[in-house]
């Protein structure tokens, strides 16, 4: 019915409907339920994972319109303990296809990037509780004499326990419990890509991207840190840490036309994307959409949560006061 | 009362709210009224603009959920002309600050940057309506072997209609009527800045910001299409058009302190703090609000009016049906 429906969607836009797909949902805010940290809402919670919830009522408390983890916990190290232990019997039971990748690798659960972490849990675990989780990516480019701006991607390894053999991003990382931003950059580069120490000397931070996926296994509020890394013409990235099949470097359009395909880790395009636009290759003038794509590239996570919590949700006296209007 | 508020806000978060000082009142959803041209969001009006458009009925259905211009007008030129004349009445009325400044040169009305346009009005009066408008914005650098990386700003002349004597960037200008946007990059470097052509060649397409300003004259839903354009170390920028008094360079840092001043336009920091974002001057290690900024670059101004029209608003057989939810 509306003009924009006239005009058939650009490709680019179908793409970054895909990595958008929950956040275009409208957070399907019907289904799932916003989860409380100590009256913070740090997360959402779909209707499977509450049904298992439940069953541990000395842990979470759900009703009709969230779920919350027990107020009675006192500090970080009794909620992350008590939290990992209930994940641990649910993985025990297999009942998560998430919980197969348990990784004995923590991510915070914080309300907001810079606040303080109120629990950890194990990174296959978040995506239960819809935690927003932080990553680095690498652009490794290169200004090629006769190619033009090309860019290193990696074809994942088809062990991986997520996106296995999927193509991605030269580097990237998820930002884990006592790991910094620049320090997980470096220890990736090393690690996936066997950038040396000088090379990184180059690495520029160039934004970030916010998208919010779903999938079978759970639900992606994903924010990711970017930086460009130009590389010398005869540098070629050597895997490390055996999470990387091969590296091949391909021009920008040949990027354009691979983060297209189901062929690529459909999470790790945002970057990439971000990239090609931040470099004129995706412009206004070659892509209809473009607009859209941008703004898609940018969803507003950082104000997602807070504002349910401020309008739904108020802490008095140390009891929770849940309003009638939580959905 | 939230986690977050327990730290000081960052100097750039300050400056991304008042550029968006407008979009963080969440739209002021009460008193502003949604604009409908032909079934179709395409503003919102304040309450000193409604009390003005009520007088003319027979061009602006002004009801207490919103403002429709009358269905009755069969095209793009009936609908731009009786706009016209109601907005030259209310000019010589001298009752609106925004159309002392009127300038014979308008924006088109549309419900998105792609889509067909409704009506054209002068560029002087659409935040009156707050009519969503595109601007194109060229970043001037120099990769300098002394400075490191420097920017071109302008001063803008004393005698501009708006923002007079204000620090702005090297080259900047508003999308207007049959001017594409490539065309209006190139067309503004040459008059503002004497760009030769052959350097107009280097112009880069970079991206866009999004965000949503109010002032005294008006609403002001912006989106800057950004170019980077790097410079040799000997070119010097000359204004043709009498619109700029004068061009310095400025390192980036210095760029950085200059648009957190008062003496900088502040619709045109969010082009400057992009900049120095994509070329790793703010970043998430120096900026402790950075994701709230990149954030407030790109408000979802995309969908801000359609979710409205289809949420509030439908036409059925020619005839306008207001729903009861219109606030």
Redesign the interface.
């Known amino acids: 019915m509306?003009?924009?429906e006239?005009?058939e969607m650009s490709r680019l836009y179908k793409l970054a409907q895909k990595f958008n797909c929950f956040y275009l949902t409208g957070l399907k805010s019907t289904e799932c339920k916003p989860f409380f940290v100590e009256g913070?809402q740090v997360g959402l919670v779909r209707p499977d994972v509450m049904k298992q919830l439940i069953r541990y009522p000395e842990v979470f408390l759900v009703s009709s319109g969230c779920v919350e983890l027990n107020p009675a916990f006192r500090d970080y190290e009794e909620r992350s303990g008590h939290v990992e232990r209930v994940l641990k019997e649910l993985r025990a039971e297999n009942v998560f296809i998430a919980l197969k990748g348990w990784r004995d690798e923590c991510y915070e659960v914080?309300?907001?990037?810079?606040?303080?972490s109120l629990l950890k849990m194990d990174r296959a675990a978040t995506c239960l509780f819809g935690i927003r989780n932080y990553g680095v990516d690498i652009n490794g480019y290169v200004r090629h004499p006769v190619l033009g701006l090309c860019l290193w991607f990696q074809k994942r390894s088809s062990t991986k326990q997520t996106w296995p053999g999927k193509w991605d991003n030269m580097v990237g990382g998820g930002l884990s419990v006592g790991h910094?931003?620049?320090e997980t950059a470096h220890k990736e580069a090393m690690e996936e890509a066997s950038v040396p120490v000088e090379l990184l000397k180059n690495l520029?931070?160039?934004?970030?991207v916010?998208f919010f996926f779903e999938s079978d296994r759970g639900l992606f509020p994903n924010?990711e840190?970017i930086f460009d890394l130009e590389l010398p013409v005869d540098f070629v990235p050597v895997n490390a840490d055996g999470e990387v099949e091969t590296f091949e470097l391909l021009t920008a359009n040949q990027c354009l036309e691979k983060i297209l395909t189901a062929d690529f880790k459909t999470t790790s395009a945002p970057v990439a994307l971000d990239f090609l636009?931040?470099?004129?290759i995706v412009?206004?003038?070659n892509d209809?959409?473009?607009?859209?794509v941008?703004?898609l590239?940018?969803?507003?996570?950082?104000?997602i949560y807070?504002t349910y919590?401020?309008s739904m949700h108020i802490k008095e006296n140390g009891t929770s006061v849940h309003h009638s209007n939580i959905v």
Chains 1, 2 share one sequence.
């Open positions: 509306s003009l924009e006239k005009t913070y914080k309300t907001d990037f810079t606040s303080k910094g931003i620049l520029i931070s160039a934004g970030c916010s924010t840190f636009i931040r470099h004129g412009t206004p003038e209809n959409d473009y607009l859209k941008v703004e590239l940018h969803v507003p996570l950082q104000s807070s919590l401020r």
